[in-house]
């Protein structure tokens, strides 16, 4: 089955500084991407995604890049902000099918 | 914006007893899922279900576990037994077209003493 793994576990900012996450995925098949926002006490909440047929993506403050051949995509938070700290998550999926979760980055922005 | 809808948000319950943990996905999505998190550790993918049947389980979806749509708007989780192991955050999504836009609701935590 699929396994993502995410890095760094803990990350810590000064805000207005640029924030990135990294997951590594085994399943060639997988071909959707998404970055989870999680707040305390609060669900997952999608933030941004890519699916395989493009390299990056950009929304705002936040970006993903996808690099297939070495199956990693990352996430990219530029001047972060307070309110951007959270525990984000990384996943990784295949059609109709379940997410597989990374094991989560709690990001603190410093003020 | 519409919500994927858990109830409770909280549940205590004592080892060995049944508890049934409660969704409401959004009305137009035809997928629906179950994850749980232990604390401080990663989300993970108990079953899918989708055309009223159990598309796709993981492991930890054992026979103690099962999942019923029993009208057109509920998604339930039953747990038989209980066990200290299975106390988590409970999390149901759902989607319109699979592992895509999943919704998630906002979670149960249930504690098992």
């Known amino acids: 089955g699929e396994n993502v793994e995410q890095h760094p576990s803990t990350l810590s900012v000064q805000e207005g500084d640029s924030a990135v996450i990294k997951c590594t995925y085994s399943?060639?098949?997988?071909?959707?991407f998404p970055w989870y926002k999680q707040e305390l006490g609060k669900g997952p909440q999608l933030i941004i995604d890519?699916?395989?047929?493009?390299g990056e993506k950009k929304d705002q403050r936040i970006a993903v890049t996808l690099n297939k051949t070495a199956k990693h995509f990352s996430l990219h938070i530029t001047e972060t902000q307070p309110e951007d700290s959270a525990v984000y998550f990384c996943?990784?999926?295949?059609?109709?099918?379940?997410?597989?979760f990374g094991t989560g980055t709690r990001l603190t922005v410093i003020p | 914006e519409p919500e994927v809808t858990q109830t409770p948000s909280h549940q205590v319950t004592q080892m060995g007893q049944e508890v049934i943990l409660r969704c409401v996905p959004i009305?137009?999505?035809?997928?629906f899922y179950w994850y749980r998190q232990i604390l401080g550790q990663k989300v993970e993918f108990l079953v899918s279900?989708?055309?009223?049947?159990?598309?796709?389980k993981s492991e930890i979806f054992d026979d103690q576990f099962s999942v019923e749509r029993p009208d057109g708007s509920n998604f339930t989780l039953k747990i038989r037994s209980t066990k200290l192991e299975d106390s988590a955050m409970y999390f149901c999504?759902?989607?319109?077209?699979?592992?895509?836009?999943?919704?998630f609701g906002s979670g149960t935590r249930l504690t098992v003493v």
């Open positions: 279900f989708y055309n009223n049947e159990i598309s796709e």
């Open positions: 890519i699916r395989s047929n493009v």
């Open positions: 999504a759902s989607s319109e077209g699979g592992a895509e836009g999943y919704t």
């Open positions: 399943d060639s098949a997988s071909n959707y």
């Open positions: 996943a990784a999926g295949r059609g109709a099918n379940n997410l597989f």
């Open positions: 009305s137009n999505h035809l997928y």
